[in-house]
Structures are given as C-alpha cells and as structure tokens.
C-alpha cells in the first residue's frame, strides 16, 4: 500500500467520523428538553415575572421577626401598601367552598375550607419561604405557613402529608402537600387562610376559587403599625362582623384590577387590624383566564384562545424568557 493510498483511506475514516459525530449532537439536541431551546419562541414555557426580591428574607420592609409561631409576628404596613397578586398559582384546582371566612360554631373561621380529597396535590401560592411547618392535633392537623414576598403568609392545614420543611424556599406552584383529613376535621379539605402580619384577612378578597383566579392584580392596605397583636383584639373586632357582611364583601371583590377593594385600619400599635371593603366599581367584562398544563408553551395557549403572544405577554407581565409552570394562571383576555 503507497503513501497515496494511506493518505486516502484515512480522510475517509476522518470524514466519517465527523458525519457521526455531528448526527450524535443533532439527535442529542432532538432528545434535549425543550427549555434549552429559548431563542426557539414556540418553545419558551410561561412563569412568574422573574423580580428582584429576597426569597432568604421576603417581606422584610414588613416584618421584623422570623417565628414558628402563626399569631405572632411584629413589624408595619407601609403607607399605602398594596399586596401584588400577580405570579400567584391556585392551591387547588378545586372549586367547591365547604365553608366560608367569619363567625362558625361560636367562634371565627379564619380562613376558607375547600373540598379537596386525601392525596390531592396542594401547591404553594406565591414564591417564598417556610417558616412553620408543623403538627398540631386539636387544630389544624399538619399544617405548612408560608410568609411570601408581597407580604402575605398563606396556611395550609388538614394535610395528610407534608412534602416541603421549614426554612425551605418554594415557589409558585410548587408541590407543599397533599389534601387531608388531620387534626380537628370533620372531612378531607383544604383549609386556606391569608394572614398580614399574623392577623386573618377573608381569603375570599383575594383568591376566587370558583373561577380559579385572583379578584385583580393587587389588594390595597392603609397602613398601620402591628407590633405581637393581641388575639383578643382581634376576636372584638370580630364579633362586630355578621355573616351578611362576609358575603358583601365576597360580591365586592368582582371590582377592577385596580380598583382598592379592602383596608386595614389600627387604632394602636397593639391593636389587631379590621378589615372592611371599600365599594369598587363593577366590572364591565369578565376576564378569560387560562390554567396552564403539561406541555402549554406561549404559542400553544395563544391559538387555543384566539390571541397573540405580544399580547399575553403584555396581560400578563410576561418576559420572552419566562418559564411555565403547571397550574400558573394566565390572563388571556
């Protein structure tokens, strides 16, 4: 065999083995998920608007303390401080309200039960951070509170398992638990309350779990000073509030995004908030809105809703680079 021959056989064997090798990367990229492929818009999946905050440290302009306790916590509300209900996901596909926010039995319901079944997938509402996760057998059974940039903290009691701990970072939409029937319950439920610095607000003003949607992009506060409110404060006030004006104040909630549909008023800085609904103007059209599911990209819930992805971006406050996630609520009209 001459030099020529050699030299031949081997950019043959050069040639073909990049042939294969470039066939490997091309069924490599085939098999790669679809979110590494960004640039591709059809592929990009939904999320919250990514935002600078501190999820090690949420709603520090709010609180001044880190407690496992529900009722305790000490800090202000800012001067007109709004709540941003944007980037939230339902904890429930569930529509169904076993029993709403206000006096119950002699006592106050501090948050809302909804019908979900032992196993349901619960999901956390907003991006935050832990702070109790707990058993407690005469109340709310296992049980997770998770305080949340914007200010809020959410419960979520009754559960049969908890799959989050404290001190964990979760995000909307994330997996904390499954449905149950644990501690002082009568049945498998949800049992779902929205707090502001320890002191329950009707979660009705904010989550409409009958359409599965938030009642507007944010919720207004007049500020006020909340330094380890007392319980007792709290249940006066409560005693003053009928259940006719809990229903009220769920029809008030139908108002404009950016209409203030509630606030909190204190008389002290030790004395618990009260929260009343202001009168909003009535909404002209309701919104379509859109849960996301396994495998919904941009473009996908654009066709499904005669719609443009210029314009869920804009509804929504969507970037070309935000990711979905499953039961993330998409405004698409």
């Known amino acids: 065999m001459n030099l020529s021959t050699i030299k031949k056989s081997l950019s043959i064997v050069l040639l073909s083995m990049t042939a294969l090798g470039g066939f490997a990367q091309d069924k490599i990229a085939r098999q790669a998920p679809s979110d590494k492929r960004l640039k591709d818009i059809h592929n990009v999946k939904l999320n919250n608007t990514v935002r600078a905050v501190d999820l090690a440290n949420p709603a520090a302009d709010i609180y ?15 001067a007109n401080h709004k709540i941003d209900l944007r980037g939230f996901c339902m904890p429930t596909p569930s529509r169904k309200i076993n029993s709403k926010f206000g006096p119950r039995w002699g006592r106050r319901h501090e948050g809302l039960d909804v019908k979900v079944y032992i196993g349901d997938t619960i999901r956390a509402a907003f991006d935050g951070k832990v702070r109790i996760c707990k058993f407690n057998a005469r109340g ?9 940039p914007n200010g809020l903290e959410t419960l979520y009691g009754h559960l049969s398992k908890q799959i989050v701990k404290k001190d ?11 449905g149950g029937n644990t501690g002082r319950s009568y049945g498998s439920h949800l049992h779902f309350e929205t707090r502001l610095l320890g002191q329950p607000i009707d979660p009705a003003l904010m989550f409409d779990f009958e359409n599965q949607d938030v009642t507007g992009d944010f919720y207004s506060m007049s500020n006020g000073v909340i330094s380890k409110a007392s319980t007792s404060a709290a249940a006066r006030t409560a005693s003053n509030i009928t259940a006719e004006d809990h229903r009220q104040e769920a029809a008030m909630v139908m108002a404009n995004d950016n209409t203030e549909v509630a606030s909190v008023e204190t008389s002290s800085n030790d004395a618990a908030p009260s929260v009343k609904a202001a009168a909003p103007k009535q909404r002209t059209s309701k919104s379509r809105s859109y849960s996301v599911k396994s495998g919904d990209t941009l473009y996908s819930i654009a066709r499904k809703h005669g719609t443009t992805v210029a314009k869920l971006q804009k509804l929504n406050g969507l970037k070309s680079n935000s990711v979905l996630r499953i039961g993330q609520v998409i405004k698409c009209s």
Do not use: F, M, N
């Not at 709310?140 to 949340?148: K, L």
């Open 64 to 78: 001044t303390d880190w407690t496992d306790e529900i009722r305790k916590c000490s800090g202000h509300v800012p």
């Open 140 to 148: 709310y059974g296992y049980y997770i509170v998770i305080r949340h």
């Open 168 to 178: 964990q970072i979760v995000r909307a939409g994330e997996p904390i638990g499954l």
